[in-house]
């Protein structure tokens, strides 16, 4: 393996993750700042994944916690037609955007996500990339201890029989204290190393983990609880801001972007031909994985639905409990991984600033790490603790995640487009196009998505201002 393939906060020879430990690890960080070597070994000397192997390593990327909230994103969104339009349409720009990233990944001769749109793009657009990164991975942890909280909350009732405001009415039950002794004694020792070797099994979980849920759920939609009574159930949205504001669970779930250059190059044949085979077939996985789940949970509850699924079932239900546990597992294995990669980045940010290479700066590195790790986690928990719901984070990282689908491909389509010295014929100018709608549609969804979320915190501060005063 060439330096270049090492994260920025590793040293030589203490990169010790296997090929077949999952993606996640490897999937957002930012490669030596300056190096001699090219970044993409030679197929022939490195070997390769199989396609159905790179269809399973994409599949996994994409499915994660974002699962939980699509019931309620059907529901924002005005039903299970509206919801099901809107991904088929989304499929497109998805797997053309993959397509995409892989074809400029191949042109300009970089392995991760970050390097393909800085060669393609330029630095100043690397940079944005770059922090985008590290706030997604930064709001993702967010919504990973929400969720702990959420099921421990949960689960603790059903153990103790209790209602939840009996559960919250004890400290040692409380949501804020499980989801903090969770954290430090658990996540922020998995958090503090170079190396999460551990990443495969957490891989694993994930997998066994969103595929339990989605049955699970699909199971009590056929044979539901006699305590269950479904809501409302629209058929039409509300308004047409209604169905954008739906797209940010949509692009969080469907989010494989920035794993998908490095799964590309891990391929024995780094051709667009194959790779259109494999993001295809993941895609359709993943389809059938967050339908089933969208509409089985939307029916079961309507317009009662909250915005984490699991929270909608009674607390004694078995089959939920286990759900429950497995999703707990997997977002306490799956915090250090995103904050490694988080963290990835911003070394890399900062080691380009100060103009330093890997090599010299090893000596403070641990001291650096210490100090990235605990400021992260601290952050990430004060903010878990005071957000009520995962919708709320997710509407704003789900912004971002349409930016990876849209705006930084689409860019990179343009830019590669407009590099070429060949004649412009008609193909040519189809896909600039092509890239400029990608530009336009994910500028757009990323700013009505975000300016919404911003307003809904506000006018929900509001009328809990008022709440309190009366």
């Given amino acids: 393996m060439s330096r270049a393939d090492m994260a920025v906060n590793s040293e030589a020879g203490d990169w010790r993750l296997s090929d077949d430990a999952g993606e996640r690890a490897r999937l957002l960080q930012s490669p030596s700042v300056d190096t001699e070597m090219p970044p ?38 005005g039903g299970i037609t509206v919801g099901l339009v809107m991904q088929m349409c989304m499929q497109v720009f998805i797997i053309s955007g993959l397509v995409i990233l892989a074809y400029c990944s191949k042109v300009s001769n970089e392995g991760t996500y970050q390097e393909v749109v800085r060669a393609v793009c330029g630095r100043v657009v690397g940079v944005v990339c770059e922090v985008a990164t590290a706030v997604y991975t930064f709001g993702t942890c ?66 066994i983990g969103t595929w339990y849920v989605t049955t699970v759920v699909i199971i009590k939609y056929f044979w539901p609880d006699k305590e269950v009574t479904p809501g409302y159930i629209p058929t039409r949205p509300s308004s047409w801001t209604a169905v954008f504001n739906a797209l940010p669970t949509i692009c969080f779930g469907f989010q494989c972007h920035i794993s998908s250059v490095p799964v590309f190059n891990s391929m024995r044949r780094r051709d667009l ?30 317009s009662n639905v909250n915005q984490d699924v699991l929270m909608s079932y009674p607390s004694d239900d078995i089959a939920v409990a286990i759900a429950r546990a497995f999703i707990v597992v997997c977002v306490v294995t799956s915090y250090p991984i995103l904050h490694f990669c988080g963290r990835a980045v911003l070394e890399g940010l900062w080691l380009r600033f100060r103009g330093e290479q890997v090599e010299v700066d090893v000596v403070r590195e641990r001291r650096r790490r210490l100090l990235q790790t605990v400021i992260w986690f601290f952050l990430t928990l004060i903010l878990a603790l005071f957000i009520p719901d995962i ?33 412009r014929s008609a193909s040519w100018n189809a896909l600039v196009a092509y890239g400029i709608v990608m530009v336009t549609i994910g500028a757009f969804i990323f700013g009505q998505t975000t300016t919404n979320s911003i307003y809904q915190d506000i006018i929900n501060h509001s009328d809990g201002s008022l709440a309190e005063k009366h």
Wanted: contains cysteine; hydrophobic residues 50%; glycine residues 12%.
């Fill in 40 to 77: 993409i070994q030679s197929q022939q000397s490195r070997g390769g994944t199989s396609s159905v192997a790179a269809i399973f390593i994409v599949v996994n990327a994409a499915l994660g916690a974002g699962l939980l909230n699509f019931p309620a994103a059907f529901n924002m969104a």
């Fill in 391 to 423: 919708g709320r984070v997710i509407s704003l990282i789900g912004g971002l995640a349409a930016c990876f689908i849209f705006v930084f491909p689409g860019l990179c389509l343009i830019q590669a487009k407009l590099s070429e010295t060949d004649v």
């Fill in 142 to 207: 967010i919504a990973f201890l929400i969720i702990i909280g959420d099921q421990l909350e949960k689960l603790i009732g059903g153990m103790a029989k209790e209602s939840e405001a009996v559960v919250n009415a004890h400290w040692y039950t409380n949501r804020k204290f499980t989801i903090t002794i969770t954290s430090v004694l658990v996540i922020l020792p998995l958090s503090i190393p170079k190396e999460i070797g551990f990443q495969k099994y957490a891989s694993a979980l994930s997998v």
């Fill in 273 to 302: 031909g194959p790779w259109g085979g494999v993001v295809t077939a993941g895609m359709i996985i993943c389809l059938f994985v967050y339908t089933g789940t969208g509409v089985c949970g939307f029916l079961s509850f309507g």
